[in-house]
């Protein structure tokens, strides 16, 4: 939620955007004291506010994480392999069960038991195309929920939410055209220095241009996309 932090030489009014923080310092001796440093950091966050609208109401839920967790044991999150016996054990069948909702929101399993394929990895694909086509249709569900949020506010949804769901969609849609093959999509990393190699800090994007204290970055309260 927006606050201002008193970081003892200066107040940071900030917002949170889409799991990210967007800050701006305001030093108390450049405006000759506390007071005014505070009245102008109000000014700020009204500011930033102005240029993020949201309702009070907490941001809407994902229903899915953004990427696969990883402790998934099947490459996708939501797919797991079980076996079912038959009544006194007259037969018994390996699957692999897709978690998702029905289309009245209940919680709910399909199965997908191995002898119907040539394979297990066959079956495993198509469990993962089950999933993520499931998942695909709960992000267009989702975007409808986002834009009647904003609404609120006559607003649109944040350029920087909208460009994390839309990465979400091309990766599914790239495991989707690999045949239900989960595989990372490739991520541009700046080259690391040889001097801090190992060394791996948060950053804070700030809106203003003057150097200021990272004090790193921290989680939405209520935007979470992935964990």
């Known amino acids: 939620m927006p606050k201002i932090s008193d970081t003892g030489s200066d107040f940071l009014p900030r917002v949170y955007v889409a799991g990210r923080e967007i800050a701006k310092g305001v030093a108390k001796r450049k405006h000759g004291g506390a007071a005014a440093a505070y009245a102008r950091a109000q ?7 102005a240029r993020y609208p949201r309702p009070d109401s907490p941001l809407p839920r994902m ?15 939501g797919i797991s392999r079980s076996t079912k016996t038959g009544f006194g054990g007259n037969w018994r069948g390996e699957y692999f069960g897709v978690t998702h909702t029905d ?23 198509a469990a993962v195309v089950f999933r993520i086509e499931w998942e695909l249709d709960q992000l267009v569900q989702y975007e409808e929920r986002l834009k009647e949020w904003f609404g609120q506010v006559g607003a649109e949804p944040w350029a920087e939410l909208t460009a994390v769901l839309s990465e979400m969609r091309a990766e599914r849609e790239a495991v989707l055209a690999a045949g239900g093959r989960p595989t990372p999509l490739e991520i541009g990393r700046e080259p690391r220095t040889a001097d801090k190699a190992d060394v791996i800090r948060p950053v804070t994007t700030r809106v203003d241009r003057q150097p200021a204290k990272d004090i790193g970055l921290l989680p939405d309260e209520d935007f979470i996309l992935s964990l």
């Not at 000014?43 to 506010?49: C, D, K, N, R, S």
């Not at 229903?63 to 999150?77: A, L, M």
């Not at 191995?114 to 297990?120: I, K, M, W």
């Open 103 to 125: 289309e009245f929101g209940n919680r709910t399993q399909t199965t997908f038991y191995l002898h119907h394929y040539r394979d297990e990895a066959e079956a495993l694909r």
């Open 43 to 49: 000014e700020i966050l009204a500011e930033l506010q």
């Open 63 to 77: 229903p899915f994480y953004r990427r696969p967790q990883s402790t998934s044991k099947h490459g996708w999150s």
